[in-house]
């Protein structure tokens, strides 16, 4: 009877078979030409930073390996100089295209600083080259001051203790009082200037019939006294009907309104037309 195999190690199994049979077939050169599985890493050194010896390649290669396994299965990690660029191959396109996902703008962290990452062959034509590098600022560039172990527990510094001149200090609390009491006054009334009115026009008065006086002398005279009488009246009402009942008596005396009396009509209109200068002094025109 077979023995029967877990679903998390029949994962991991097949996993590891797919990386051994892509391993084979790169060694062999089946695979070779699929560059879309590769991913190429700049500034490794300064990522990873180690004393210039045989050993920072295999030091190197490991961290490579473990950070980018996340992305799927490592086939192969090269790391051929110091100032190189590594690469690193995956089992299937879908790896490295995530770690380009995963890398902002095409930097990735890396240690204590990030390095820069590019895929040759990605038909994202953003991911075919490396961006321009930048400087990492990372926990090991802060400025902040270590405290020695004394200096951590030592309790604070007390400032020194500040002499001051009584006679100084009584000037400034008076010029502090004055202010205040110089804010909290009232501010000055002043009157406001006088407003120039200008006297009311003298109103004309209602021409003067004699005895002697003509039939039409004595209908002017009637047509001025009822338009004076009117146009007191005219004060006293609304603003907003004024206009409206001057209108009315202009049009009322107006020679063209009145075709039998001519003569009288015309100058009990210039009457009403002598009125203008009294009326604008009202506010009406």
Known sequence: MAPVVRRGAAAVAAAS??????????????????????V?????????????????PVKAKVALQQAFRRFGPVVDVRVPTRDGQSSIRFASPKGAEAAMVAAAQGFLPLGEAEVRLRQPMSSEAIWRSFPA??????????????????ERFAPPRMPAPEFIDEEDLRARQAAEAA?????????????????????????PAP?????????????????????????????????????????????????????DRPEVATRVFQFVQAHDVWLAHHGLG
Do not use: Y
């Not at 190429?40 to 920072?56: H, M, T």
């Not at 009907?241 to 009145?258: E, I, S, Y």
């Open 17 to 38: 078979s797919a990386a051994r049979v892509a391993q084979a077939k790169i060694e062999r050169g089946g695979d070779s030409g699929r560059s879309d599985c590769l």
């Open 40 to 56: 190429e890493v700049a500034d490794v050194d300064q990522a990873l930073p180690g004393n210039l010896d045989s050993s920072w």
């Open 133 to 150: 590098a930048r400087r990492f600022v990372g926990d090991g560039d802060s400025k902040k001051k270590k405290l020695r172990p004394n």
């Open 179 to 203: 202010r205040q009491k110089q804010a909290q006054a009232p501010p000055p009334t002043t009157a406001p200037p006088a407003q120039h009115v200008p006297p009311e026009p003298a109103r």
């Open 207 to 259: 021409s003067q019939v004699g005895a002697e006086a003509s039939p039409e002398d004595r209908q002017a005279a009637a047509g001025e006294v009822e338009v004076a009488k009117e146009m007191s009246e005219l004060l006293n009402q609304p603003f907003s009907k004024q206009k409206k009942a001057l209108k009315k008596l202009r049009l009322q005396w107006h020679p063209d309104k009145n075709p």
